[in-house]
């Protein structure tokens, strides 16, 4: 079965700089968009990132410049660097899965990323 195993959260303090990573297993990788997604309680989950099968790639605005999508088909791994954090960033990411240019078809269990001095 398909599984994506996020890595990499963790704690951080504001303008630093924190790189995730999504391990992806059970599929054809090269063939799905692979994206992040983030939630903060009480909110609903946003889309961060997105690289498609091409390698095009797609940012909310709000980390424009700061945030870069990346996929690494050899390894099945798609990474989320993320330079600059604002608290507004502390988060559950989330990876995601989408073979079809719609909604994700998969997600991973998520990662936590908390921005704080």
């Known amino acids: 079965q398909v599984q994506l195993v996020e890595s990499g959260g963790g704690l951080v303090q504001p303008g630093g700089s924190l790189r995730l990573s999504c391990a992806a297993s059970?599929?054809?990788?090269?063939?799905?968009?692979m994206g992040w997604y983030r939630q903060v309680p009480g909110k609903q989950r946003e889309l961060v990132a997105l690289?498609?099968?091409?390698?095009?790639?797609n940012y909310a605005d709000s980390v424009k410049g700061r945030f870069t999508i990346a996929r690494d088909n050899a390894k099945n791994t798609v990474y989320l660097q993320m330079n600059s954090l604002k608290p507004e960033d502390t988060a559950v990411y989330y990876c995601?899965?989408?073979?079809?240019?719609?909604?994700?078809?998969?997600w991973g269990q998520g990662t936590q990323v908390t921005v704080s001095s």
């Open positions: 995601t899965a989408d073979l079809a240019d719609g909604d994700p078809d998969y």
């Open positions: 059970g599929m054809t990788f090269r063939l799905y968009a």
């Open positions: 690289v498609t099968r091409r390698g095009s790639t």
